[in-house]
């Protein structure tokens, strides 16, 4: 992913890293029990890298809120984002007792590559660590094109890759469970054409 040293103000800091979320979901049980075990273990502060997709649930319905009021009920500072969504001017994670915060701009994109058979490259988004090793052929099944597949479902069916569309795509990168990139609608013109071509 991106290069370079992560450095903060505090040289004797230590991480404790807590799973809360799966490759494709994220359980508000697994959150507050998360939240739970951290505040337990005594952290100093919470950061949290999760969201719910706006609108937000009231304070007292949403896992996220409940657990930090929890913590800050023991004086432990709260950070969360302000949402993975990336619709402009929305924002989770906004109970009065955590500090919200997010990017103003980024330096930098996380690409993924479609090089199709005709010499066309197809250049969207994703955070995909897992690299396709081999050239394989973009078809193949009849139900290798289907609205509405999940990553779990393409897995689960003997897919090597996946290439999602999502017409309203916003230049956020997503993590898959297999090679996977999620391309916009202008892209998926061009690949449907060329499937068509190689048909």
Not at 83 to 107: E, Q, R, Y
Not at 115 to 135: H, R, T, W
Not at 168 to 188: N, R
């Amino acid at each position: 992913m991106a290069k370079g040293t992560a450095r903060g103000g505090a040289p004797s800091a230590r991480l404790a890293i807590y799973k809360a979320c799966w490759f494709d979901m994220c359980n508000e049980a697994d959150i507050l029990s998360a939240l739970d075990d951290a505040i337990s273990d005594g952290v100093d502060i919470l950061s949290i890298s999760i969201g719910p997709d706006p609108p937000q649930p009231s304070y007292f319905e949403n896992a996220i809120s409940i657990g930090a009021f929890h913590a800050f009920q023991k004086g432990i500072l709260v950070s969360a984002l302000a949402g993975n969504s990336a619709f402009p001017g929305t924002a989770t994670n906004v109970a009065p007792w955590i500090l919200t915060v997010a990017a103003s701009s980024v330096d930098r994109e996380f690409h993924s590559i479609v090089y199709l058979g005709n010499s066309k490259v197809l250049k969207d988004f994703s955070l995909n660590p897992i690299k396709m090793e081999a050239y394989y052929g973009l078809i193949a099944g009849s139900a290798a094109v289907a609205p509405r597949v999940t990553a779990k479902n393409a897995r689960q069916a003997g897919a090597v890759g996946l290439i999602l569309i999502d017409p309203s795509i916003k230049e956020v990168g997503f993590q898959f469970i297999i090679p996977g990139t999620l391309i916009g609608q202008e892209e998926a013109e061009e690949l449907q054409a060329y499937m068509i071509s190689e048909m």
